[in-house]
Nanobody, 125 residues
Framework: QVQLVESGGGLVQAGGSLRLSCAAS????????MGWFRQAPGKEREFVAGINWTGVGTYYTDSVKGRFTISRDNAKNTVYLQMNSLKPEDTAVYYCARRLYSSGSYSNQREYAYWGLGTQVTVSS
């Protein structure tokens, strides 16, 4: 049974930083591409960042490019999201997810098989 557990969320002032972690268990973590999504209050869940199984290929939504960095440590079965220069509009519950396919679109939520329960990030102005 695959489980994904996010951690590292919290309350931070605008301009601050947080690093989210997603620990995976079950399955072969190093074989799968991963993604981070977020859902703000009253809004639909949206793609934030994705990373391929090697860690070489990374993908970001435009609003976080240059501020967020996705990475992974296959030895630790963990994917990270380093978030810098945080803005109040980054406030959301952040979810990690494991992709079904090696190809396709990282932003397509239907291409993800497993999801964590999320971690809350709140950025105050």
């Amino acid at each position: 049974q695959v489980q994904l557990v996010e951690s590292g969320g919290g309350l931070v002032q605008a301009g601050g930083s947080l690093r989210l972690s997603c620990a995976a268990s079950g399955g072969t973590f190093s074989s799968y591409n991963m993604g981070w999504f977020r859902q703000a209050p009253g809004k639909e869940r949206e793609f934030v960042a994705g990373i391929n199984w090697t860690g070489v290929g990374t993908y970001y939504t435009d609003s976080v490019k240059g501020r967020f960095t996705i990475s992974r440590d296959n030895a630790k079965n963990t994917v990270y999201l380093q978030m810098n220069s945080l803005k109040p509009e980054d406030t959301a519950v952040y979810y990690c997810a494991r992709r079904l396919y090696s190809s396709g679109s990282y932003s397509n939520q239907r291409e993800y098989a497993y999801w964590g329960l999320g971690t809350q990030v709140t950025v105050s102005s």
